[in-house]
């Protein structure tokens, strides 16, 4: 069993480890034993006015730096993060209740996104616009300065240290908030970065959303925030950013992602994909779960009967055992969240096909263990069809032709990815072109592929990360006109 120290663990501000003004923590609970296993600091309105403060000093240097010494910088960090995987690894299972296999690949990937900017820097880059004979017009592309990065529970090293690659490698400084929830990673992260970035330029504030992270939304000395959460957080920061100041504030956020099955499909790679595109392995906790399910009518049956039975194999577990599949939900709140649309699935006439249940005895009895669920025959105007659930709940629905699918699946407010199965080219190449979402993929689920943009439309969000786009949207543009007369 993992133990961390029940000592405060101190946030990073301007390199300085320190813990919070008014000397508040919070606790932090491992969610598959229920044990308290260390206390973050509970930053104040001050405390991220230092970081602000810290954070726009270094600026003033950071943004003088060359584009190579930055990404040198980002490839020390990447090092950093590679060296001390295993041990950052074991803080988000530790907190977050993911199985240890499958965060290590959180490290991994993290690691490589911090490379990938590292070696984009050359890439913010202006351009010449033509025009009359003795002028010289041309963009000069610049960081904003201090950049705020507010992320979720779910992935909190993947968050906190790729999250920061694009904004440093465009010349900006960072504050990352995560989650109050799973933030010991990030902490540990920012105590790593000591010497490989110059003090302030990664700041690591910790503390709930509504104190800590609204001083972030608030602050007029952040001008451009990246929120990665809920979407009713989403819209929130935006209202409350607005009633102060103008920021540019990009959002990733929720889905109900759908994963569409024609009866042409191949139909063993397609149940594969449905259990696997709803990421039970983190138990269903990723905004890109496919977690609907809209299968041909003539093959329904026959598909979520065979779905249901491979969920049904899964291992539940200690997140910190090798071989756990599906480990422990994040907190009691969501805990209890997920346990309401088990009930909500079935008041509302679908049928469980596999779990349905919590489990609360033996080894899981002090922690939030839901079984990989699936339910089949969902009404998709219904509220399991319709609201993200953020947990192992799988809502299935048979359809008839295109047009249904197609309405189906573009019936919900999210707009984040969106999963297609077909022999047919022809089918699949209309539904990427109608379906409305950030991310479609054809014949395949889940996969990230390096340098392409992520995000989402509709509720789903704004902006899209992990490819160049987001590394330009970490700058603006000025524009410079210059009269070259004799
Ligand atoms: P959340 O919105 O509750 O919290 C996310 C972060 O926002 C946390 O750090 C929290 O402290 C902070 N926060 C909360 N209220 C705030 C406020 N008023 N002002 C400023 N900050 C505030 O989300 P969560 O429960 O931690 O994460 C789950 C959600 O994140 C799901 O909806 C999921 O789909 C979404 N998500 C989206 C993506 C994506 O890339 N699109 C990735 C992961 C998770």
């Not at 960081?143 to 900006?172: D, E, Q, T, W």
């Not at 690591?204 to 609204?214: Q, R």
């Not at 990427?432 to 509709?458: I, L, Q």
Request: charged share 20%; proline share 4%; net charge negative.
């Amino acid at each position: 069993m993992i133990t961390v120290s029940l000592d405060t663990v101190p946030m990073t501000i301007g390199g300085v480890s320190t813990v919070a003004s008014n000397g508040e923590t919070i606790d932090t609970v491992n969610p598959a034993t229920g044990q308290i296993i260390a206390r973050i600091p509970n930053a104040t309105v001050e405390d991220v006015d230092l970081a602000v403060a810290k954070a726009s000093a270094a600026f003033k240097l950071w943004r003088r730096t060359s584009p190579e010494e930055r990404a040198e910088a980002l490839l020390a960090f990447a090092t950093v993060v590679e060296e001390h995987a295993e041990e950052l690894s074991a803080l988000d299972v530790a907190e977050n209740g993911s199985p240890i296999r499958e965060m290590r690949k959180d490290a991994a990937a993290a690691v490589s996104q911090i490379r990938y900017y590292a070696g984009l820097v050359l890439e913010a880059k202006g351009e010449t616009i033509p025009t009359t004979w003795n002028r010289l017009n041309y963009t000069l592309l610049q960081p904003y300065g201090v950049v705020g990065r507010i992320v979720p529970f779910n992935h909190p090293l993947m968050f906190a240290a790729s999250k920061i690659a694009a904004p440093i490698a465009a010349g900006n400084t960072v504050i990352v908030k995560p989650s109050e929830y799973t933030s010991l990673s990030a902490l540990r992260l920012a105590e790593l970065s000591k010497g490989v970035f110059p003090d302030g330029v990664f700041n690591v504030v910790t503390g709930y959303g509504n104190t800590a992270g609204d001083a972030m939304v608030r602050h007029p000395g952040i001008r451009r925030m990246a929120f990665t959460g809920s979407a009713e957080t989403g819209r929130h920061i935006q209202a409350t950013a607005a009633s102060v100041t103008l920021k540019t504030i990009t959002l990733e956020l929720g889905g109900k992602n759908p994963l569409v099955v024609f009866s042409d499909a191949d139909i063993d790679k397609a149940i594969e994909a449905a259990q696997r595109g709803m990421n039970f392995s983190w138990q269903g906790q990723s905004c890109g779960s496919t977690s609907r399910l809209i299968v041909q009518q003539d093959i329904y049956n026959d598909f979520v009967e065979a779905l249901a039975a491979s969920v049904e194999k899964m291992r539940s577990g200690m997140p910190d055992e090798e071989s756990t599949q599906t480990g422990a939900i994040v907190n009691q709140l969501q805990f209890d969240k997920v346990s309401r649309y088990l009930r909500v699935g079935v008041e509302d006439g679908a049928t469980v096909v596999a779990g349905g249940h919590v489990l609360n005895e033996g080894d899981f009895a002090n922690g939030y263990f839901v079984r990989p669920t699936v339910f089949k025959n969902v009404d998709p105007s219904s509220r399991l069809a319709q609201e993200e659930v953020f947990g192992p709940i799988l809502a299935t629905m048979p359809f008839t032709d295109y047009d249904n699918a197609l309405s189906i699946a573009n019936g919900v407010r999210f707009g984040l990815t969106a999963s297609v199965f077909s022999e047919s080219l022809k089918t699949t190449t209309r539904f990427a072109r109608d379906v409305e979402a950030g991310y479609v993929w054809v014949n395949e689920v889940s996969r990230h592929v390096a340098g392409t943009g992520f995000g989402g439309v509709k509720d789903s969000g704004i902006g899209r990360e992990e490819g160049l786009e987001e590394l330009l949207s970490y700058t603006q543009a000025k524009n410079v006109h210059i009269n070259i007369e004799d």
